[in-house]
């Protein structure tokens, strides 16, 4: 089923007044120009980049009919916090704190394009993220960090999110880190017991991760751990950018960026979005079907 694409308008930045993060939060709005009852997608993007960046994924979902709120964290190039910086051992859970702040505040943000605070649907919400994003968007799903100690740090799930997109979330801890996983990302000890919202991730079968000691199946962790219905896209010899989802290029820049791999991360999360924000199903139960991705299919589908 072919979906129409809409008109679209993105507006940057809005800004949040932040006074415990030290510096307000910047947020992007990038939302169809006409529709009504429009879902809401809260984007969180990887390590170093900001609101401007993942323009495929983020601009193809406006053009779905989605409106999308990316925020810049602290850990973005664009911020240049300096490496002593005193927040830099907390940045995990200021990204956390930043998706909570747009919900708070969600009709200021939305008010930044005239009108479409009217055509959103608020009880349709939903979270994702890419890498460093997709495990801050899990905490809101239901994932914690866990302390040295081996207990769950505080909850972050937030009722008001129903479904998320975790893309290329990182896996288990432990003695699978890497020595600069264990040095510079000491928070990386995710457990997933408690992530029982719907969720779609993806993952690149050839993403070996610097990390982790495991291989790429390391990123479907959360597939296989989580309790709750679940969805998992295995992309073909996709590595960390599945193809290139963080920027445009009229030519690909490296030997990992796949138009064609890009092309279905925005099919198959597209349809997953309108499936779990109870919009449309019909896509959905068209590409879990056996062969639904295709004969030629350059990834797998799999559900529970």
Known sequence: ????????????????????????????????????NLPV????????????????????WAEQGFSVVSVTHLDSASLGLAPADPRGPRIWRYRIDDLRLVLDHLDTVLVAVPGLSERVDRSRIAVAGHSYGATTASALLGARVLAPAGDPEEDF???????????????????????IATQFFPFMNPEFGNLQAPALLVAGDADQSVLSTRGPDWWADA?????????????????????????????????????????LVQRVTTAYLRYALHVDAVEWDELRAPHGLGADAIGRLETR
Not at 41 to 60: E, N
Not at 159 to 168: D, E, F, K, P, Q
Not at 238 to 263: F, K, M, N, R, W
């Open 1 to 36: 089923m072919e979906i129409p694409m809409s008109q679209t308008i993105s507006v940057r930045p809005v800004v949040l007044p932040a006074p415990a993060r030290g510096d307000d939060l910047q947020a992007r709005v990038t939302a169809p120009v006409a529709g009504e």
């Open 223 to 263: 597939y296989r751990l989580t309790p709750g219905p679940k969805a998992l896209l295995t992309l073909s010899d996709a590595q960390h950018s599945l193809g290139g989802i963080h920027a445009y290029g009229t030519v690909p820049q490296t030997e990992a960026d796949s138009p064609a791999t890009v092309a």
């Open 41 to 60: 997608v809260l984007f969180s993007h990887g390590f170093g980049f900001s609101m401007d960046a993942y323009g495929p994924i983020i601009d193809h």
């Open 157 to 179: 799930t937030d009722s008001r999110v129903s479904a998320g997109v975790l893309l290329a979330l990182a896996g288990l801890a432990g003695d699978e880190l890497t020595p």
